[in-house]
């Protein structure tokens, strides 16, 4: 017949064909075919030996087209897939495992899944990536604003690693940033400071849970009296402010600003190795420019024109909320320690603790009931001498005639020339 010289064999087994062939016609040494198909002497013997007694068809598998010794009968798939019609449409091949294994019908998933596509019932599917569900932005400019810190090579290895400080807008994709020596509260704050000079507080922070922006401490037992969490210095200084913080618990729920750095990272870099900036002050100001004009190409109009920033008030001092405040005991001798350094207060404070309050500029305050204090800052503790008595010569101490040793009697010495003939000495 027409289909009888076809022999069914894969690629596989063709080039297993094409060595063995060599091998048989002496091209080749056996030890040779073995090292190329990366098998061993017996088997190349063995392929060999069926080649040359049967042909090419020798070199292909003998179980093929035969069927398994584990498949099920026939009459089971059948069973099932009418069950599944019947009483379990719509079921996923694990489901639908999990429950034919409660009437004593013991079968994979996969078998189940390979039977149902089969028939039919099920199309098969690439098993996609779990999506997220997009986020609307909000309607109003400066109702939420998404802050992190990004750490990345900047400067291309001109200068020590830096990191940015960056803000979006989430309804209108304005940005604000600037660059830091290192992501922390006094960056934090310093950042949000400067945004808010130039548009006033936004309605709400979103931030990660990084531990500038979240405290990882345990509640004291006050905290648990008041039903209160302990907050970090950002959080306290945003309470303070008004300012909503709300948390992300995924680098993926803050999105924007997560996109935001990405271009940066490709854009901005760019932009200042071509300047050929290599200073952190360089950079900065190169960077107030370059936001401006990212601002004017990228941003959007909000869905409601209302602005929601909040202007801060005439007078409010802004630094005085913006800064690390830290409650320190206050000793007896009117010092404070602090940071392992040591402070005389000098005026009198009807107090058992102070507050020391340390800027985004550098400088420190330490104040109680919202006034600031006097102080310096002590180098050395001076050693407080003490008070030298006059040099005396005691005197022997001879007891008077009526002290009560005199009372009792003086025993006599004992005669050792007694005590030696009994032979007691």
Known sequence: MAGEDIIMV?????KKLHIIRKALDGRI???????????????????????????????????????????????????IVKLYRQKYNGFGPTLLSEKLFEEDIKISDETLRLWLIETG???????????????????HFG???????????????????????????????????????????????????RYTGLYGLPVSVYL?????????ARPTIEDDLFGRKPMSQFERAMEELGV???????????????????????????????KGIKTIGEANLFLEGYL?????????????????????????????????????????????????????????????????????????YITHNNKALGFKEIYSIPLKEKPQKPFEIRK???PPKNHPWRKYPVLPKPDISILVKTGHF
């Open 29 to 79: 040494k056996q030890i040779e075919a073995a090292d190329i198909l990366s098998l061993s002497d017996r088997q190349i013997r063995r392929l060999t030996t069926r080649v040359r007694q049967e042909g090419d068809s020798g070199i292909a598998h003998k179980s093929r087209g035969k069927e398994s010794n584990r498949r099920l009968p026939e009459k089971v798939r059948k069973k």
């Open 396 to 398: 022997k101490y001879i």
């Open 10 to 14: 894969t690629q596989e087994e063709l």
């Open 143 to 193: 109702e939420i604003l998404q802050m992190d810190g990004s750490h990345h090579d900047w400067l291309e290895g001109r200068c020590p690693e830096i990191v940015l400080m960056g803000c979006i807008d989430d309804a209108t994709n304005k940005i604000f940033g600037r660059f830091y020596e290192y992501e922390g509260t006094l960056p934090a704050m310093d950042c949000f400071k």
């Open 244 to 274: 909503e913080v709300i948390h992300a618990n995924s680098p993926q729920a803050k999105g924007r600003i997560e996109r935001l750095f990405r271009t940066l990272q490709d854009r901005l870099v760019k932009e200042m190795r071509l």
């Open 292 to 364: 401006k004009r990212h601002n004017e190409r990228f941003s959007i109009e909000a869905a409601e024109k209302e602005d929601l920033h909040r202007p801060l008030a005439k007078g409010f001092d802004i630094d005085r909320v913006l800064c690390v405040k830290t409650r320190r005991a206050l000793r007896n001798d009117f010092t404070v320690a602090h940071n392992k350094k040591l402070y005389q207060i000098l005026e009198p404070a009807n107090t058992k603790d102070v507050i020391v309050e340390e800027k985004i500029n550098g400088s420190m």
């Open 208 to 216: 990660d849970r990084h531990t500038t922006y979240q405290s990882n």
């Open 121 to 139: 019932d099920i199309k098969k599917s690439r098993k996609r990536k779990r999506h997220r569900q997009w986020r609307e932005r909000k309607a």
